[in-house]
């Protein structure tokens, strides 16, 4: 009787162990299964978008620096002075031949511009940005009728001396 009973029980044994490896390695796919899923939302497993070509460099800027430029001012009392350097911006090598063929209509362009001013209009950080934008402004009005306008992209100033 004792064989009969063992019996029983070690035939049990390697079953419920089966069981258990089994449930054991479903549960560690599912695990598994879920963690993936929750890595692809998240992105760590996407696929990368295919490489966009490298950015381009941007053009060289070219410059065209105008000979400093000495002008009276507007003052009540003395006499009062503004000497001022600057270089124009443009966008290309046929926007520059164009300017160093019209230099003296530009200077003088220049030269009435400035010389209108009050000198405590031209003082702050602000007074000299707006100054800079009627500048462009004005040298890229077209040189002559029919003629198209200049292409100054900007004013930097090298030189400002209020006196």
Do not use: C
Request: aromatic share 4%; no cysteine; charged share 15%.
């Amino acid at each position: 009787m004792a064989t009969s009973t063992s019996l029983p029980s070690a035939a049990a044994a390697p079953r419920s162990s089966k069981l258990m490896i089994g449930l054991l390695v479903a549960t560690s796919l599912a695990a598994l299964a879920g963690g993936g899923y929750a890595l692809s939302r998240n992105g760590l497993f996407a696929q990368e978008a295919p490489a966009a070509a490298p950015p381009k460099p941007a053009p060289k800027p070219i410059f065209v620096t105008l000979e400093p430029l000495t002008v009276n001012v507007q003052s009540e009392g003395r006499s009062r002075f503004l000497h001022i350097g600057m270089a124009l911006k443009v966008n290309d090598e046929l926007a520059k031949a164009q300017l160093v063929e019209f230099m003296p209509e530009l200077r003088s362009r220049l030269l009435l511009l400035l010389s209108n001013r009050q000198p405590e209009t031209l003082l702050s950080t602000q007074d000299k940005a707006k100054l800079a934008e009627e500048i462009r402004t004005e040298l890229n009005r077209p040189l002559s009728a029919g003629a198209q306008p200049q292409a100054i992209a900007s004013v930097s100033f090298n030189t400002f001396v209020v006196q």
